[in-house]
């Protein structure tokens, strides 16, 4: 149901040049901020513990965090009161790069990495 909301919500959204650049520049802030969320645990479950420093679930990890729905709602009940359009549109670019950009490319970084299991 979230997704058909987004569906007709993409239908009246404009979203202008500079929202989508601010949300490319706002995919790079979430990736950044996905990577100090798995690399600080990781680095704590090292301490004293046979972790093998190199098994590629690193970059697995940080690519692998798919965000969509949760943000979309929120995105979308926001009061009119609020820059609403701009958040939408924010929300959007990051979500739809999370869905198609990552979510297409999981399986092949996998692969890549060796972690594929047949």
């Given at each position: 149901l979230l997704f058909v909301l987004m569906g007709l919500e993409v239908l009246v959204l404009d979203i202008p040049k500079?929202?989508?650049?601010?949300?490319?520049?706002?995919?790079?802030?979430?990736?950044?901020?996905?990577?100090?969320?798995v690399a600080v645990p990781l680095r704590i479950?090292?301490?004293?513990?046979?972790?093998?420093?190199?098994?590629?679930?690193?970059?697995?990890?940080?690519?692998?965090?798919?965000?969509?729905?949760?943000s979309?709602?929120?995105?979308?009940?926001?009061?009119?009161?609020?820059?609403?359009?701009?958040?939408?549109?924010?929300t959007y670019v990051v979500v739809v790069f999370s869905i198609v950009g990552q979510g297409l490319t999981i399986g092949p970084l996998v692969k890549r990495l060796g972690l594929a299991r047949n």
């Open positions: 500079i929202t989508f650049l601010a949300g490319l520049a706002a995919v790079v802030v979430v990736l950044g901020a996905r990577m100090v969320a479950l090292r301490i004293g513990q046979a972790f093998p420093k190199k098994d590629g679930s690193f970059p697995v990890l940080v690519w692998g965090g798919l965000r969509g729905g949760l979309v709602a929120l995105a979308l009940s926001l009061p009119a009161t609020m820059p609403r359009e701009l958040l939408v549109g924010l």
